[in-house]
């Protein structure tokens, strides 16, 4: 078994070295013709204009393509702003189109092939290590070795898995024209699904669900003998690729708008934005189902569910964040604080996060329905801010670069506004809690190693106080570890939710509020 996991592990290297040395490939010629075909009609003759001097000139690498680009772009527009010529500038940035379009690569004319010698070799080597993992070993979670591993304890290969992940989350969201080489490669499967070529965000949320798939795999090696966290993988694998990943392809193939139906506002933040409504207004029947099917998550679905589950219900069970955290970043989930100081970042941070989703939420309907009479400006300035800082750079960069760092929640704990939404209902109006027995708790500090959201469970195991943190995503693998049954997951009744007469311990009692 070891050398099918070797192999496996081969096969998988083979794969991400093929995938990170697609940019490389290929030359890039730019005519007239590819310019006027690539660019908005209210551009193409300027465009055409400004990009003559690279016309007939064949780019060796896609670096020297798009720094010739840059210039002669660049010059044009800068000139307009020094003369104060706004409304002559340039916005739009073809660079992602044009390097479409002028590439001449092997990938371009062989997209499956590249697509099962990157993407494929990691797959089918990824399942031959996760597969015989496990094998022959007793049932039960474990945490043997894993703070003398150099991947799963900020070692060395934790830190190039970080850095590797950070630099492709950079290139995805602002330098996208340097991957078009991997964004032709899945080409073929966007036009299967949707009818349209694939754009930078079909090439990632194919990795994403394949990335989930296969980790899942592993988990339901890690989990066996646990039905309820093999449910709960299996349901977040189901939700990513069905409607995360599948579902809104087809809609778009069936000329009806792109539309994730488990993504909820305040985490879906550019649900109410203008040009979500007007597309969801003029798209008849189906769009106005979405529309309100968005507000009904909004104003009943969360209170209701999270009442009668805690935010377990979304946040380990149908969430593609929470997925992706607890199969691609669940060796890393022993990473997160427990610290006090942590905790009061944590809750600073993200209930800001949600204060500025919901003030960015009022102004942009309030500018919708008075015609953006009111602060129209200042709102699209807003939600550029809030893409950037918080869709961008601490959703995506930080939230999963940061896996091998801080642990596999940090997007969830400290930045998801939702989470925090679904937080609060959780910590003041909700069965859900975790309840413990500290008589029977032995400190062997398994729950509190184990939780991903930074919690010391064990702190308030050895109290016999019940666990009522907002950041709980409820995943249960606390209670899984427990050598001594100590910690359970409960939805009963409200009534006495806080135990306040936690054991004593010395001379005096010992709470936390929560």
């Given at each position: 078994?070891?050398?099918?996991?070797?192999?496996?592990?081969?096969?998988?290297?083979?794969?991400?070295?093929?995938?990170?040395?697609?940019?490389?490939?290929?030359?890039?010629?730019?005519?007239?013709?590819?310019?006027?075909?690539?660019?908005?009609?209210?551009?193409?003759?300027?465009?055409?204009?400004?990009?003559?001097?690279?016309?007939?000139?064949?780019?060796?690498?896609?670096?020297?393509?798009?720094?010739?680009?840059?210039?002669?772009?660049?010059?044009?527009?800068?000139?307009?702003?020094?003369?104060?010529?706004?409304?002559?500038?340039?916005?739009?940035?073809?660079?992602?189109?044009?390097?479409?379009?002028?590439?001449?690569?092997?990938?371009?004319?062989?997209?499956?092939?590249?697509?099962?010698?990157?993407?494929?070799?990691?797959?089918?080597?990824?399942?031959?290590?996760?597969?015989?993992?496990?094998?022959?070993?007793?049932?039960?979670?474990?945490?043997?070795?894993?703070?003398?591993?150099?991947?799963?304890?900020?070692?060395?290969?934790?830190?190039?898995?970080?850095?590797?992940?950070?630099?492709f989350y950079i290139i995805l969201y602002w330098f996208p024209a340097y991957i078009v080489n991997q964004?032709?490669?899945?080409?073929?499967?966007?036009?299967?699904?949707?009818?349209?070529?694939?754009?930078?965000?079909?090439?990632?949320?194919?990795?994403?669900?394949?990335?989930?798939?296969?980790?899942?795999?592993?988990?339901?090696?890690?989990?066996?003998?646990?039905?309820?966290?093999?449910?709960?993988?299996?349901?977040?694998?189901?939700?990513?690729?069905?409607?995360?990943?599948?579902?809104?392809?087809?809609?778009?193939?069936?000329?009806?708008?792109?539309?994730?139906?488990?993504?909820?506002?305040?985490?879906?933040?550019?649900?109410?934005?203008?040009?979500?409504?007007?597309?969801?207004?003029?798209?008849?029947?189906?769009?106005?189902?979405?529309?309100?099917?968005?507000?009904?998550?909004?104003?009943?679905?969360?209170?209701?569910?999270?009442?009668?589950?805690?935010?377990?219900?979304?946040?380990?069970?149908?969430?593609?964040?929470?997925?992706?955290?607890?199969?691609?970043?669940?060796?890393?989930?022993?990473?997160?604080?427990?610290?006090?100081?942590?905790?009061?970042?944590?809750?600073?941070?993200?209930?800001?996060?949600?204060?500025?989703?919901?003030?960015?939420?009022?102004?942009?309907?309030?500018?919708?329905?008075?015609?953006?009479?009111?602060?129209?400006?200042?709102?699209?300035?807003?939600?550029?801010?809030?893409?950037?800082?918080?869709?961008?750079?601490?959703?995506?960069?930080?939230?999963?670069?940061?896996?091998?760092?801080?642990?596999?929640?940090?997007?969830?704990?400290?930045?998801?506004?939702l989470a925090a939404y679904l937080g609060l209902v959780q910590r003041f109006k909700s069965r859900f809690?975790?309840?413990?027995?500290?008589?029977?708790?032995?400190?062997?500090?398994?729950?509190?190693?184990?939780?991903?959201?930074?919690?010391?469970?064990?702190?308030?195991?050895?109290?016999?106080?019940?666990?009522?943190?907002?950041?709980?995503?409820?995943?249960?693998?606390?209670?899984?570890?427990?050598?001594?049954?100590?910690?359970?997951?409960?939805?009963?009744?409200?009534?006495?939710?806080?135990?306040?007469?936690?054991?004593?311990?010395?001379?005096?009692?010992?709470?936390?509020?929560?």
């Open positions: 078994m070891k050398i099918i996991q070797s192999i496996g592990i081969l096969l998988f290297l083979i794969g991400l070295a093929v995938f990170t040395a697609m940019p490389f490939l290929g030359n890039y010629t730019l005519t007239e013709e590819l310019v006027l075909s690539s660019t908005k009609d209210i551009h193409q003759e300027k465009m055409a204009e400004v990009l003559a001097p690279m016309y007939g000139e064949t780019y060796s690498s896609n670096f020297s393509f798009l720094s010739a680009y840059k210039v002669n772009f660049n010059e044009y527009n800068e000139a307009l702003k020094a003369e104060s010529k706004w409304d002559e500038v340039i916005w739009d940035d073809y660079s992602l189109p044009l390097a479409q379009t002028s590439l001449s690569s092997p990938v371009r004319d062989s997209p499956w092939l590249f697509f099962g010698l990157s993407i494929g070799l990691a797959v089918l080597g990824g399942l031959m290590y996760n597969l015989p993992k496990y094998r022959g070993e007793p049932e039960g979670i474990k945490n043997n070795g894993i703070f003398h591993s150099a991947m799963k304890n900020r070692g060395w290969m934790g830190m190039i898995t970080g850095a590797y992940l950070i630099l964004i032709w490669m899945v080409t073929p499967l966007s036009m299967l699904l949707s009818g349209n070529p694939a754009s930078q965000w079909f090439l990632y949320g194919t990795i994403y669900t394949l990335a989930i798939t296969v980790m899942g795999v592993r988990m339901f090696r890690k989990y066996r003998g646990n039905k309820y966290q093999q449910l709960r993988t299996a349901s977040v694998m189901f939700f990513q690729t069905a409607f995360a990943f599948l579902i809104p392809e087809i809609l778009v193939l069936l000329n009806q708008p792109y539309f994730d139906f488990k993504n909820i506002w305040p985490l879906d933040y550019d649900f109410f934005y203008d040009y979500q409504i007007d597309t969801f207004l003029s798209s008849g029947g189906v769009g106005m189902f979405m529309l309100i099917w968005g507000i009904l998550l909004i104003v009943i679905g969360v209170p209701t569910f999270t009442y009668f589950f805690g935010k377990r219900w979304y946040c380990s069970w149908v969430c593609g964040c929470g997925g992706l955290a607890e199969t691609l970043g669940d060796p890393y989930r022993q990473l997160s604080d427990k610290s006090v100081k942590a905790w009061k970042y944590e809750r600073v941070i993200i209930h800001s996060v949600l204060v500025l989703a919901v003030v960015m939420t009022a102004l942009t309907i309030v500018n919708y329905f008075s015609g953006f009479a009111l602060l129209g400006n200042v709102t699209n300035q807003l939600h550029s801010i809030y893409g950037f800082a918080i869709g961008s750079v601490f959703a995506g960069v930080i939230g999963t670069g940061f896996y091998p760092f801080m642990g596999n929640r940090v997007w969830c704990r400290f930045g998801c506004p809690r975790i309840t413990t027995n500290g008589g029977q708790c032995i400190s062997c500090g398994n729950c509190s190693t184990h939780c991903e959201m930074g919690i010391d469970v064990r702190w308030y195991a050895q109290r016999g106080q019940e666990i009522v943190r907002s950041s709980c995503v409820g995943c249960g693998v606390c209670s899984s570890v427990c050598p001594r049954g100590v910690l359970k997951l409960e939805n009963g009744s409200t009534e006495n939710r806080i135990n306040e007469m936690p054991i004593i311990i010395g001379n005096d009692s010992i709470k936390i509020n929560a």
